[in-house]
DNA sequence: AACTAGTACAACCGCACGCAT
DNA sequence: TATGCGTGCGGTTGTACTAGT
């Protein structure tokens, strides 16, 4: 059917954002909340369309956004978390309250990527790439040699684990050799265990946890409260304006510190048309 | 001082999903 | 069931900034 575009894009400004934009914005969804972001720009007074309104408020603008560089411990989850869940970011910020997922994905990619290499380990796997150069080798191998008829290729790597159990302290494995039907249960794994200890963990962990298909709880869960990269109006009376640290303007930041907490807090009262006040300088 | 390469991160784009009709 | 809409997500791009030469 082919989707329709979030706005037709004509007259709408792109680009980075100006001072008066965030103020703008910022006054809005305080005021008012959020209902329709499509309808934000409009009643706002901005020339943007809504998803880039969203994404303005959710990666900068929220006054419960934790600035700053990541911490070796926050490094350190976050590769842990990758481990586990792959390039979801969502999921990963949800771990993170304060940052945003577009914030990790960033530093993933412009850091965290960079460090495991140097250490030797494949981002993407999160095996020694030395072991994972091993592996292709012994895949080529495999390839080749059942090319071939009649020709064995060993018992060894013909393995299959099923996960029996998990938790989230770890889970347990039952191997199953192909050839042997051999049955064997390992002790509880962690996940850590898991992540650098196991060849072709993801895929243990992904089919048997079903970690490549966002259910329905988790998208409700994701979305349902303050985690990370979803903003809950709800939950945003439990925010400290003293977290958001930094807002990339002085002038700005004295600006939204200057507004009532009050005003902040009542997201469930929100009256959505009823007051169209929208934000003009110098009226607070 | 001027230029270049690398880095960090804000912003955009397209797609998938859930929901309503 | 098919379609349309709003939203969220992940990949990618653009650009400002910094360090090195």
Redesign the pocket.
């Known amino acids: ?6 706005c037709d ?1 004509v007259g ?6 100006t001072i008066e ?2 103020h703008k914005l910022i006054n809005f969804i305080l005021n008012n909340g ?7 720009p409009k009643l706002a007074g901005l020339l ?5 309104c ?3 408020w ?4 929220r006054p419960d956004l934790k ?4 911490t070796d411990t926050e490094e350190d989850q976050i590769i842990q978390l990758h481990s586990r ?10 771990h993170f309250p304060g940052r ?4 990790i ?3 993933w ?3 965290i990527k ?1 460090k495991m290499k140097l250490m030797g380990l494949d981002p993407v796997t999160h095996t020694p790439i030395e072991q994972i150069q091993k592996q292709e080798v012994s895949d080529n191998r495999k390839q080749r040699s059942q090319s071939r008829p009649s020709f064995s290729t060993g018992s060894e790597e013909n393995v299959e684990m099923i996960m029996k159990s998990s938790d989230s302290s770890g889970c347990t494995l039952q191997v199953v050799s192909e050839e042997q039907g051999n049955k064997v249960e390992l002790n509880k794994v962690t996940w850590d265990d898991l992540t650098y200890d196991l060849p072709n963990k993801n895929e243990i962990i992904c089919s048997d946890l079903d970690l490549g ?4 709880q988790e ?2 869960a ?2 349902g409260s303050f985690s990370g ?3 809950s109006l709800e939950d945003s009376s439990h925010l400290s304006m003293s977290e958001s640290s930094y807002l ?1 303007e002085n002038s700005l930041l004295e600006w939204v510190d200057s507004i009532s907490m009050e005003s902040i807090l009542e997201w469930d009262g929100f009256d959505p048309l009823m007051d169209q006040d929208v934000f003009c300088f110098g009226n607070r």
Not at 48 to 52: A, H, I, L
Not at 58 to 61: A, D
Not at 67 to 70: E, K, Y
Not at 100 to 103: A, G, I, Q
């Open positions: 059917m082919g989707r329709q575009p979030c894009k709408l400004k792109r680009g980075p954002w934009e965030d959020i209902h329709c972001w499509r309808m934000v943007r369309c809504g998803k880039s969203r994404l303005r959710i990666n900068y603008l600035r700053g560089g990541f869940l792959g390039n979801r970011w969502s999921k990963i910020a949800a945003t997922d577009n914030e994905k960033n530093h990619n412009t850091r960079k298909s966002r259910t329905n998208k409700n994701s979305t990269s979803s903003f990339g």
